[in-house]
């Protein structure tokens, strides 16, 4: 089971977003998209940004995001 949860997760995206504006994550696939690719990443060599107790990469980068230390970038028109 994925802690936190996907609803946890994208409210924490979510959350630097003025009422009235679209969200920045509407799905969970924007979610695993978003942890997968930061995971590949740390896969390839860059450092992880949190002290995490597991050293799985997408336990990582899921943390990373939990913690506000990666952000989901909304698509522009």
Not at 43 to 48: F, N, Q, R, Y
């Amino acid at each position: 089971m994925l802690h936190p949860s996907y609803s946890d997760l994208m409210k924490v995206v979510n959350s630097e977003v003025e009422p009235g504006e679209a969200p920045v994550v509407n799905s969970r696939y924007s979610i695993v998209m978003a942890t997968s690719k930061r995971a590949r990443q740390i896969i390839g060599g860059d450092e992880p940004l949190v002290n995490a107790k597991d050293s799985k990469p997408l336990s990582i980068a899921v943390e990373e995001l939990n913690q506000g230390k990666i952000k989901i970038l909304a698509d522009e028109d």
